[in-house]
């Protein structure tokens, strides 16, 4: 079992930056795809971000595109979600998840049945 351990979430004005940190314990750093999703009360999980096991690839949803920037440093067993130009509607708590399903290692997507283990959340309120 992957353990996740998600960090940095806080309240920012709009159009604001944070970086969020999701430390993954596997037994073999980068074994698996790590994608970031969130929950706004009333509204399903989406994904926002996912980046592969090698870090070859990366998906963002569509509103996330040129504003946030998935990253990880496997030595450090640490995948960061930067982002930048925040929104109100950005407001969520933001989950990381790991995944081994993929059939390739520079492959991923933001589809929540294809993650198995979760973090418990940070929130990430974007308001003035």
């Known amino acids: 079992q992957v353990q996740l351990v998600e960090s940095g979430g806080g309240l920012v004005r709009p159009g604001g930056s944070l970086r969020l940190s999701c430390v993954v314990s596997?037994?073999?750093?980068?074994?698996?795809?790590i994608g970031w999703f969130r929950q706004a009360p009333g509204n399903e999980r989406e994904g926002v971000s996912c980046?592969?096991?090698?870090?070859?690839?990366?998906d963002y949803e569509s509103s996330a595109k040129g504003r946030f920037t998935i990253s990880r440093d496997n030595a450090k067993s640490t995948v960061y979600l930067n982002m930048n130009n925040l929104k109100p509607e950005d407001t969520a708590v933001y989950f990381c998840?790991?995944?081994?399903?993929?059939?390739?290692?520079?492959?991923?997507?933001?589809?929540?049945?294809?993650?198995?283990?979760w973090g418990q959340g940070t929130q990430v309120t974007v308001s003035s």
């Open positions: 998840a790991a995944s081994a399903r993929f059939y390739s290692p520079s492959y991923c997507d933001l589809e929540t049945y294809e993650y198995d283990d």
């Open positions: 596997e037994t073999t750093p980068g074994y698996h795809a």
């Open positions: 980046i592969s096991q090698g870090g070859s690839a990366t």
